[in-house]
């Protein structure tokens, strides 16, 4: 009986010992998982109308937000946007019913971050993708 109890007592030891001595850090997690890195979009708006800001892809489209003219606003692209391939276009439209203009399709990858940026007329807009 009381060897029993010895084994149990040093089990116990050695499973908490080895609990104790790990410590992850939210960086440590992030090199084990890239895939769950978020992927950022910048969106500056050089028009005159505030615009909505969709994502398009895979068969999918998620309304991202809106961006008011002249004022810069960033937003996370949802993550099966990238799970799915990670080919997306960007559309921007006025508020309400207006011009619309849409990126060329663009590949993403997790981490990286995408410049969108609306011109003032609208044609020379463009999505622009960085590591």
Known sequence: MQGGLGLAIAALFVTTSACAHRRDTAADLGQLRPHAAPVSVNVTNNSQSAME???????TSYHMGSVAPGIPRSFELPPGMVAAGGHVRFLAQATGAGPRVSTDEVLVA???V???EITTNLVGSRATVRP
Request: glycine share 24%; no cysteine.
């Open 53 to 59: 800001i969709f994502v398009v892809g895979n068969g």
């Open 110 to 112: 997790p981490g990286d």
């Open 114 to 116: 995408v410049d969108f």
